[in-house]
């Protein structure tokens, strides 16, 4: 129990009141499992396919999560930041393993339980299985959202939006480095590397996007450039 209370009095301000409104109810038995973990930037700690058994509550620092793409590329597509439940979806939908690979962006601090410990508090917590549940269907209804979006846009408008989800997820300091390839960017938008290609030498000529090699930059600028561009096609 005191190991949440020191965690709680290293917060301030949004994730303080977030983490104290989640265990507002917890039972003692809840607080007695919870153990503290903390891990250093760049560590693994849940693999895609690796066998559901913990879920982490982020307290602290960044996330991020990866999926293993063609040619086994990693393609970092999502981050966290606290407060945030990380592996309790794949409970909530019965699956028996992770779905994604969770990895630190910065050092970090979790609160770490077993499955069938978070399971039983979410059946047991109306006001954490409302929490949670709300997180968890916000986020899927939009990762929707923007998959529809998809449907209705051409050529280099699904370019803008993919970059606009990279730099809002991804962006240190006002800059965004795209780790994709060509191949990967076609995977994500359904274009033909001939148009990506095209896309991408449209974008550098009205300073859109940073090519120099291999790598790809957006900076804030750039990034507000897009977004004006695709609010004109379509509201997401």
């Known amino acids: 129990m005191n190991k949440i209370l020191d ?15 989640l265990f507002r109810n917890a039972p003692v038995w809840l607080l007695e499992s919870c153990k503290v973990v903390e891990l250093d930037k760049n560590e693994i700690f849940v693999r895609e396919k ?14 991020k999560a990866s999926d293993l793409r ?17 592996g309790g979806m794949e409970i909530f939908l019965d699956c ?3 779905r994604t690979t969770l990895i630190t962006k910065t ?21 954490a299985l409302w929490m949670h549940s709300r997180t968890v269907i916000r986020y899927l209804l939009e990762e929707t959202r923007k998959e529809r979006a998809f449907l209705f846009l051409q050529g280099i408008d699904r370019v803008y939006l993919l970059f606009e989800h990279l730099y809002e997820q991804n962006a240190v300091d006002e800059r965004c480095t795209v780790k994709l390839t060509r191949q990967q960017i076609s995977d994500e938008t359904g274009l033909s590397i001939k148009t990506i290609n095209r896309a991408l030498k449209q974008m550098m000529e009205e300073d859109l996007v940073h090519v ?18 695709s609010a004109e096609k379509i509201d997401i």
Do not use: R
Not at 107 to 123: A, G, R, S, T
Not at 212 to 226: D, N, R, V, Y
């Open 7 to 21: 965690v709680l009095n290293q917060l301030e301000g949004h994730p303080k009141l977030v983490l104290a409104e």
């Open 212 to 229: 120099q090699g291999s790598k790809l930059s957006i900076t804030e600028s750039q990034f507000k450039q897009m977004k004006a561009l």
């Open 70 to 86: 063609i040619f086994g590329i990693v393609y970092d597509f999502c981050q966290y930041e606290a407060i945030e439940i990380l």
């Open 107 to 127: 050092p970090c601090q979790f609160i770490v339980l077993d499955n069938e410990v978070f399971k039983k508090w979410m059946l047991q917590d109306n006001n």
């Open 96 to 98: 028996t393993t992770y």
């Open 50 to 63: 690796d066998k559901v058994s913990k879920v982490y509550i982020l307290t602290s620092g960044v996330v």
